[in-house]
């Protein structure tokens, strides 16, 4: 029998990408990601709205409501105060996803006497740590379920996940009681549960109650992994990041600076006092925030990553244009959105009030493990002057001005790139390029795809448009060519059609073309794809 | 600060001589070429395959140079434009490209750039000459397609910011479709020939070297058999230094492996009537 997991604390947020919106919880907002419903307000679920939900029979259950879209950096950002205030309480707290953080009792149960104050103690700090959101009823000043949040305590973080869904501390010893009335849903594993209820075994007690080596040899390890949860015994103790010390830097220009240079001035001191803090505890940062405050009490903010070297230079250099793109505004022609950052109100406004305060804080931190430097070459010395310089171009066209190719797997041309702006990290699942992938168009690829296919006509020697059949053969061999107001070209070799059926299995995701290669009489070649009964001409070679 | 350039000397003997007779002769040999202090003036050269070097009339593109890709009315510009950035990307140069949104990015990977050190800018809009001259800082190469508005004098400073900045500045003046070019913002063209007069406006400044792809023909594909192959195609090299001022190249993109010069081709005698037999067919599995 292995020992009892470690006491914790769970702070959960249900619907959480709701309520980071910060919108009012009588409002019915559901947020989508890929079509599909993830998170829906009270108001929401009360007229029948659930996760998982297409967004079409959400908003036919509902036709009041407001469907906003998954914004994964804007949850992180906005569960940020909460995860500051569990880290006063000196414990490390660890995250799993916005709306999700777990802390070790230990200590801070003993401070605060008993696990009871310290549930009610945190549940007061989380509610303070959003003062926009918290609507707690009155009477009772901390309750252990908020509008918003639910706070529980028990053996592991699974249980106390549980735990807190009811709003309750769970006595130590008393969690595999606690449990085993719960549905096997409660699991997490969807498959795991559909089977177990087919065999009969509907609550977590009741998988507890089976032997551990049938268990295994029934269902796998994964299996014998949800049975230890239903057991009350988590098998891995969460890892906690360090509390984040106070590692801001700020300081106050008193007259407001009028001038750029001023300001970069400034912030080159900043830079290093920052910088010495990060070097006294080991910690090197990765995500620094630059805020700007104007001489009216207008602020400016905005985030920056890189691999954990601030150096003075580097921060002035960035504030610098920063400040500059600020003050120019965007270019007409620019991106009409910018994710990054706060536009100014009016620039030639700002640039008249001055800036009152620069303020620098390391958002994210970790270790300081050093870097790796190339053996031979220059090379590592290129690529910081690379990064410098784009972000110098980032500050002229916005964050996503500059971006970088990634090669994922796909079988047309332009669904086998995905274009991450630079600095950021390659998102995850991207599926691996070197999967095969049949059905994909092989080498030479076009070397011109746009990224809006036009329309084409792709006619035969009658003059009417080819059409393909289901059997991928074309109804008569293309003669001519022509897109859109423009004249027929006559075709003198194709190749082809290839049908490619995708997602057949996926209602949404479902595609069916037919892609031909054809060589015009000008000797040109374009890679053209009929699909829903329109050619559209997917690239050039060229 | 860069040292002063200077003339290529005798490769040192002893080093050379560490190196002779034995299996790591060649990799010792390079090392030592590497960790030599200098600036020498091959150093100054991003390696290109053999053939391209052929067109330059250096071994390899010139640090501090202007190629001007010329639009001309036959395909393969921008494969050419992409075959010339392979070498220095796959040597570890950091590559960027301006200006031009619908590049093939696949077709670049075939090619042999490395896509984890290339860096897109596709919309700079009226900032070009900005975008360019902040990238010549930090890139070693540049391939920018110049909107056709750019002034001369904006022209002649990025030449001279290339120059300066040791990078190397590949102008894709851009080929001309007979159907409307692709790039968005790009004036639809409808009718042959009304576009190729302009193409060659585009880059109003003088370059070391202006490359323009001649005659091509299409491999591999006939009606309604095989598919598309490497493409062969005649390039017209027009340079200021190099002697002859002027020379043309038969190349096949993408290059063979190796690289190899590819002058026994056969001259592209019209279209290839037939699929070639050895053309693998491709009809997915999963087709229907």
């Keep these: ?542 | 600060m860069r040292p002063e350039r200077l003339a290529d000397p005798e490769p040192e003997r002893p080093v050379d001589q560490v190196g002779k007779g034995r299996a790591g002769g060649v990799e010792l040999a390079s090392i030592a070429r590497r960790t030599r202090p200098l600036v020498l003036a091959r150093d100054e050269l991003l390696p290109v395959a053999p053939p391209l070097a052929e067109l330059l009339g250096t071994p390899g593109l010139p640090r501090g140079s202007t190629v001007v890709l010329e639009g001309s009315g036959v395909a393969g510009g921008t494969s050419l434009a992409l075959a010339l950035l392979a070498g220095p990307s796959s040597s570890g140069a950091w590559c960027a490209v301006v200006g031009m949104p619908s590049l093939g990015l696949v077709a670049a990977a075939e090619l042999g750039v490395a896509l984890e050190r290339l860096v897109l800018v596709p919309h700079p809009g009226r900032r070009f000459a900005a975008v360019v001259a902040a990238l010549l800082e930090g890139c070693d190469v540049v391939v920018a397609r110049p909107p056709a508005a750019l002034a001369r004098g904006e022209a002649r400073r990025l030449v001279a910011r290339a120059r300066e900045r040791r990078a190397a500045l590949l102008i894709a003046a851009g080929t001309v479709a007979t159907l409307p070019d692709l790039a968005p913002g790009a004036p639809g063209r409808s009718r042959p020939g009304e576009g190729r007069v302009a193409a060659s406006v585009l880059w109003p400044e003088p370059a070391e070297v202006r490359l323009s792809v001649v005659a091509g023909s299409r491999s591999g594909i006939g009606r309604g058999t095989g598919r598309l192959g490497p493409r062969p195609m005649e390039v017209v090299a027009t340079r200021r230094r190099a002697s002859p001022p002027e020379v043309s190249v038969r190349l096949v993109l993408p290059l063979p492996a190796g690289g190899s010069v590819v002058e026994a081709l056969p001259p592209p005698a019209g279209w290839v009537g037939r699929g070639s037999p050895e053309s693998p067919p491709i009809l997915p599995a999963s087709a229907r």
């Excluded at chain 1, 205030?85 to 999700?100: C, D, K, M, T, Y």
């Excluded at chain 1, 890892?239 to 220009?253: I, K, Q, S, Y």
């Design chain 1, 1 to 542: 029998m292995s020992p009892r997991p470690p006491r914790t604390l769970v702070v959960w947020c249900p619907d959480w990408p709701v309520s980071a919106t910060g919108r009012p919880a009588e409002q019915a907002i559901a947020v989508v990601a890929g079509q599909r419903i993830i998170a829906a307000s009270t108001a929401a679920r009360e007229k029948g709205v659930v996760p998982g939900q297409r967004r079409r029979q959400a908003q036919a259950c509902c036709p009041e409501l407001t469907v906003l879209a998954h914004d994964a950096g804007g949850e992180i950002r906005a569960f940020e105060p909460v995860v500051r205030a569990l880290e006063a309480f000196g414990a490390p707290v660890a995250l799993r996803r916005p709306g999700w953080a777990a802390l070790g009792t230990r200590g801070p149960a003993r401070y605060f006497g008993g696990e009871a104050a310290l549930t009610r103690a945190v549940a007061a700090a989380v509610a303070d740590a959003l003062p926009a959101l918290a609507r707690a009823p009155a009477g009772d000043p901390a309750p252990l379920a908020g509008p918003w949040w639910r706070v529980g305590i028990a053996d592991g973080p699974f249980a106390a996940t549980m735990a807190a869904q009811r709003g309750v501390v769970v006595p130590a010893g008393r969690t595999a009681s606690f449990l085993a009335p719960f549905g096997v849903e409660a699991l997490g594993r969807p498959e795991l549960a559909e089977l177990l209820r087919r065999l009969g075994i509907s609550t977590l007690g009741g998988l507890a109650s089976l032997d551990e080596a049938d268990v295994l040899a029934r269902f796998g390890p994964d299996g014998a992994r949800a049975q230890r949860l239903a057991k009350g015994l988590d098998e891995r103790p969460f890892r906690g990041r360090p509390p984040v010390p106070d590692l801001a830097v700020a300081t106050e220009l008193d007259p407001p600076a009028d001038r750029v240079d001023a300001v970069t001035f400034v912030s080159r001191g900043l830079a290093e006092a920052l910088g010495g803090r990060l070097a006294e505890r080991g910690l090197a940062c990765t995500l620094l925030e630059v805020e700007v405050e104007t001489g009216d009490g207008g602020r400016l903010s905005r985030l920056w990553g890189n691999d954990g070297v601030w150096t003075p230079g580097l921060v002035a250099e960035r504030l610098r244009w920063q400040l500059e793109a600020w003050l120019t505004g965007r270019p007409p022609d620019g991106p009409p959105d910018d994710p990054g950052g706060l536009r100014p109100r009016a620039p030639e406004k700002w640039a008249e009030v001055g800036i009152a305060a620069v303020r620098l804080v390391a958002v994210e931190v970790v270790a300081d493990r050093g870097r790796q430097l190339e053996l031979w070459g220059r090379s590592h010395a290129a690529d910081e002057r690379v990064a410098r310089v784009l972000a110098r171009v980032q500050g002229m066209l916005g964050h996503d001005g500059a971006v970088r190719p990634v090669l994922v797997g796909g079988r047309g041309p332009a669904e086998r790139v995905r274009l991450v702006p630079f600095g950021d990290p390659v998102p995850d699942g991207v599926v691996g390029a070197d999967l095969p992938w049949p059905g994909r168009l092989p080498s030479p690829s076009p070397a011109v795809v746009p990224a809006d296919p036009p329309r084409a006509r792709v006619l035969d020697a009658g003059g009417a448009e080819v059409a393909v059949d289901g059997r991928g053969a074309p109804s008569a061999p293309p003669a001519s060519i022509a897109t859109s107001g423009g004249e027929p070209v006559t075709v003198v070799a194709w190749a082809g059609p290839w049908p490619v059926d995708e997602r057949w299995w996926d209602g949404t995701g479902h595609r069916r073309r037919a892609r031909l290669q054809v060589v015009t009489a000008t000797g040109e070649a374009y890679l053209v794809a009929l699909e829903r009964g329109t050619w559209l001409v997917e690239g050039r070679y060229d």
